[in-house]
């Protein structure tokens, strides 16, 4: 009798298997805003981390426009298939010990599959409608697109940065001026083709409360030339 009873329940984990939801692409877009932060989409566009336009059975630590890539992933040897991805995703440091991913992962298996689905759907196509889908499937929650900073407005662009105290007093080039603790400022630089002219950086709003802002300049040398002490 116990047997049976074993032999029974082994048939209905075997059905339960066999019935299990197919991979669906859609809700792997809808999942992917976990990834869009720090992955684009769109080919060659690397953000904090590689773009995963195309990922689907590339091996890992590769993609010639990414330099970041840590040793470990570089030397892991992993190409990315159903497989590989599922385990990565499922546990990033625990697959390859030393990557720089440190996203926890993602625990339940559906939702891994789906994101899977959803890049290999991707991988052939134009990175652009890959990019816009995600965004439709998420209900206009995905990705914003990143403005290129050479031609935003002039309430945009920076014209000097004053610093006094605990202040930073952001000056733009329609003549207002916006003030930030100092905690709240950061600098940073974009070298890309996105990225702001020379002399003419650029500041863009960051925060839910609208205090918090980052500069963008085109290069490290001019961020000391534009912020001045002064009271």
Known sequence: MKRTVL?????????????????????GARAFRACAACHSLEQNRN??????????????????????????????????????????????????????????????????????????????????????GMAGGMGGMGQRPVPNLKTVATNARVKEIAYCRDTFKVTTQDGNSREFWERNLRFKTDSSDDGPAKGAPAIVAAGMMGDRASVIFSSPDEIGAFVKAQC
């Open 7 to 27: 032999v029974l329940a082994g048939l209905c984990v075997a059905v339960t298997t066999a019935y299990a939801e197919e991979p669906d692409a859609a809700a």
């Open 47 to 132: 953000m904090t981390g590689p773009s995963l336009a195309g990922v689907a059975n590339r091996k890992a630590g590769t993609l010639p426009s990414f330099t970041r890539y840590s040793d470990a992933l570089k030397q892991s040897g992993v190409s990315w298939n159903e497989e590989s991805l599922d385990h990565y995703l499922e546990n990033p440091a625990q697959f390859i010990p030393g990557n720089h991913m440190t996203f926890p992962g993602i625990p339940d298996p559906q939702t891994r599959a789906n994101i899977i689905a959803f890049l290999k759907q991707n991988g052939a196509t134009d990175s652009k409608a890959a990019e816009n």
